[in-house]
């Protein structure tokens, strides 16, 4: 089945500066790969995704990128801002029963 | 922040109990989704339903036995737990079921087992 490997698992950065989560898989059917945020005490929340046939996307301060052949895939937050301050989930899945396999996630710090 | 709803948000129960948890989606969807999330481990998933019915199943132990009597609802009922089941349980929604669909969460079950 599919892996998910997530890094750093914790991540501190100056409020302004770049935060970058690297993830990898195994599956290289995988197709579909969204990232959540979930804060303290508060449901995970999709955030972006990307799928298979795109290589970059960008939603305002946040991007991700995905390299089909090497199996990564990136979250960027530029500019980063103290409610950046949550944990973030990267996933993968193929067109099958809703089988997002989840990587263990990496706790963002912005700190003023 | 109302779309997936969750009930009780926090439950301790003794080994011995029987206890249900209950998840309610007001989105329109079809499938419906079980997650264990424990600290410091990837979000695990337990079971699938698609149009009320089990498409997933992910290898739980049959402490855990779900309930899907409706699209709207999924119960996850729980008996003779262990303290290693203590976690937050997560029930999640989408569209259609398939891979590449969004997935909503609740706000979870906060799960203690003594």
């Known amino acids: 089945g599919e892996n998910v490997e997530q890094h750093p698992s914790t991540l501190s950065v100056q409020e302004g500066d770049s935060a970058v989560i690297k993830c990898t898989y195994s599956?290289?059917?995988?197709?579909?790969f969204p990232w959540y945020k979930q804060e303290l005490g508060k449901r995970p929340q999709l955030i972006i995704d990307?799928?298979?046939?795109?290589g970059e996307k960008k939603d305002q301060r946040i991007a991700v990128t995905l390299n089909k052949t090497a199996k990564h895939f990136s979250l960027h937050i530029t500019e980063t801002q103290p409610e950046d301050s949550a944990v973030y989930f990267c996933a993968a899945s193929k067109d099958s029963w809703g089988k997002l396999q989840f990587g263990a996630g990496t706790q963002v710090v912005v700190t003023p | 922040e109302t779309g997936v709803t969750q009930t009780p948000r926090h439950l301790v129960m003794g080994m011995t109990n029987k206890k249900s948890l209950k998840c309610e989606q007001h989105l329109g969807h079809n499938a419906m989704y079980w997650y264990k999330q424990s600290a410091k481990k990837p979000l695990e998933l337990m079971f699938v339903?698609?149009?009320?019915?089990?498409?997933e199943n992910n290898s739980v132990p049959s402490r855990f036995s779900p309930e899907c009597p409706n699209s709207s609802h999924l119960f996850l009922h729980l008996h003779t737990l262990q303290p290693e089941d203590s976690a937050l349980y997560l029930c999640a929604s989408s569209l259609k079921g398939g891979g590449t669909d969004t997935q909503y969460f609740g706000p979870g079950t906060r799960l203690t087992v003594l």
């Open positions: 599956d290289s059917a995988s197709n579909y």
């Open positions: 990307i799928r298979s046939n795109v």
């Open positions: 339903y698609s149009l009320e019915e089990r498409v």
